[in-house]
């Protein structure tokens, strides 16, 4: 199961390649999301893992991108970001988030969000 990660925050991208990757899953990860967005058209993945707030290009946008691209547009995405109004969740699950989890999260439960989203893969 590959994850593509995009944080521009060095230190949470560390933190939730570390946790994917000792969970067994493989990861992609990039500090903007031009360069996840380009990343996952020439390699592809099974689930996006995005932070909001990012230059070049938000999450926001790659989740546009991601939804509107046949080849990804059914692929679980989650939204891990500083952002926690609620007018940014709604944003997020408007803009076709399947998750949404604020920063700073705890890492089991981030975990287990990924684990459901991997389920809903796993049975289609």
């Known amino acids: 199961m590959k994850v593509l990660v995009a944080d521009d925050d060095d230190s949470f991208r560390s933190l939730v390649i570390e946790i994917l990757t000792e969970a067994g899953y493989q990861v992609a990860a990039e500090v903007n999301g031009l360069l996840a967005w380009e990343r996952l058209q020439a390699e592809g993945a099974d689930m996006a893992v995005l932070d909001i707030n990012m230059p070049q290009m938000d999450g926001f946008e790659v989740l546009r991108h991601i939804r509107t691209d046949d080849r990804f547009k059914n692929m679980p995405v989650l939204m ?9 969740q709604v944003a997020g699950y408007e803009t076709g988030a399947d998750d949404y989890l604020t920063k700073p999260f705890d890492a089991e439960v981030f975990l287990a969000r990924v684990r459901v989203l991997e389920r809903r893969i796993l049975k289609d």
Do not use: K, P, S, V
């Not at 891990?80 to 940014?88: G, K």
């Open 80 to 88: 891990l970001t500083i952002r926690a109004f609620a007018e940014d």
